[in-house]
């Protein structure tokens, strides 16, 4: 499962929302999906590791399905 949350906590230590990217980087129904832990494209992430300038590690993990 893709988990968001390192986003969050990165965009909270950097004092920033997530719709601070709205239409900068990123699209509405993106920022939906992240708030929903949805699939995004790699792109994406890339995009938003550059404009926060973090590693992806504090933008998205990855938590195996429960079995």
């Given at each position: 499962?893709?988990?968001f ?22 699209h ?21 590791c ?17 079995e």
């Amino acid at each position: 499962m893709i988990d968001f949350s390192p986003l969050h906590k990165t965009l909270e230590e950097k004092d920033m929302v997530i719709s601070e990217m709205r239409d900068v980087i990123l699209h509405p129904q993106t920022i939906a999906k992240i708030n929903k832990n949805l699939d995004v494209n790699l792109s994406t992430i890339e995009k938003i590791c550059v404009y926060l300038n973090v590693p992806i590690e504090k933008v998205v993990r990855i938590v195996p399905d429960a079995e």
